[in-house]
């Protein structure tokens, strides 16, 4: 059976752990030869080694304009062209007060959040523009949409990740190239061990002691994984997804509709009560 990625050439930033990995393997899957993005030589080269001739490894540090511009260039000599780039790549920030940020943590939560996502649709949108066609999807973050979810820094780069997607959507729709984001919820990455300031193989360790408490944020009741990311990714980078331009995909579980329903349902028995005893 064709997958829905057949023939098509993609790069996925962030492509050596948590949800970068996951959505290179699947797009491999779906019929795709992928250009794995990172900074991790080892996990990069080991993952392109078990997925053959459809992936390679390029050592890329997405803070650097160099390094993005090298990766489209590597991937198209090696592929032929690109017909996805998955913006991945992202780091917390410092998870400190407003009044206490500093202008070394603000520079580098950009330079990788909005920076690195600029850069990646700025190299590939000229790859894609003398194509005619091409799908940028762009990691955000429900930290975007919402208080509440991650620190000021990480936070407001989400939101300008998302904001751009729209702005490129408007200018590179017209030649032909979608441009969306993907808006995860609380999905089970060593993400949030980093944010606590954890090595990455200590990072690595804390993934499952976040699964009972990520359960009980949304009303699905489990937790998110990387491959509800990489199958939206999928979706997104298909033809399927042919008239979806400009588009925050987000994927959370409900988490951000408000509050449970069961938990409203205990708050209005409360509140019945309070005013019958009143």
């Not at 030869?33 to 490894?57: C, H, Q, S, Y």
């Not at 940028?136 to 407001?156: C, E, F, K, P, V």
């Not at 919820?185 to 360790?205: E, H, N, Y």
Request: hydrophobic share 45%; with cysteine.
């Amino acid at each position: 059976m064709a997958g829905r990625l057949d023939g098509k050439i993609a790069i996925v930033t962030g492509g050596t752990s948590g949800i970068g990995a996951r959505t290179v393997e699947i797009f491999v899957a779906e019929g795709a030869r992928v250009a794995i993005a990172g900074r991790t030589v080892e996990k990069g080269e080991r993952l392109a080694e078990a997925l053959g001739d459809a992936a390679m490894f390029i050592e890329t540090d997405v803070a650097q304009e160099a390094d993005i511009e090298a990766l489209v260039a590597r991937t198209v000599e090696h592929f032929g062209r690109l017909d996805c780039l998955f913006n991945n790549a992202g780091i917390p920030g410092p998870n400190e007060p407003i009044a206490h940020i500093s202008w070394e943590g603000y520079v580098k939560t950009m330079n990788v959040n909005v920076g690195g996502v600029l850069m990646g649709m700025k190299h590939a949108a000229r790859v894609m523009k003398r194509q005619g066609s091409g799908s940028i999807i762009n990691n955000a973050s429900i930290a975007g949409l919402r208080t509440g979810y991650g620190d000021h820094l990480y936070s407001a780069s989400k939101a300008a990740v998302i904001h751009v997607t729209r702005t490129a959507a408007m200018e590179l729709g017209e030649r032909g190239i979608r441009v969306n984001s993907i808006s995860p919820g609380a999905i089970l990455t060593p993400v949030f061990g980093k944010a606590m300031g954890l090595s990455t193989s200590d990072a690595d360790a804390t993934v499952d002691k976040l699964d009972a408490l990520f359960q009980a944020r949304q009303p699905i009741p489990r937790s998110g994984v990387p491959e509800d990311i990489a199958h939206a990714a999928v979706f997104l980078a298909s033809d399927q997804a042919s008239f979806v331009n400009g588009h925050d995909l987000t994927v959370d579980g409900g988490m951000t509709g408000g509050r449970g329903w069961s938990e409203s349902a205990a708050a209005m028995k409360q509140l019945a009560k309070a005013l019958k005893e009143s």
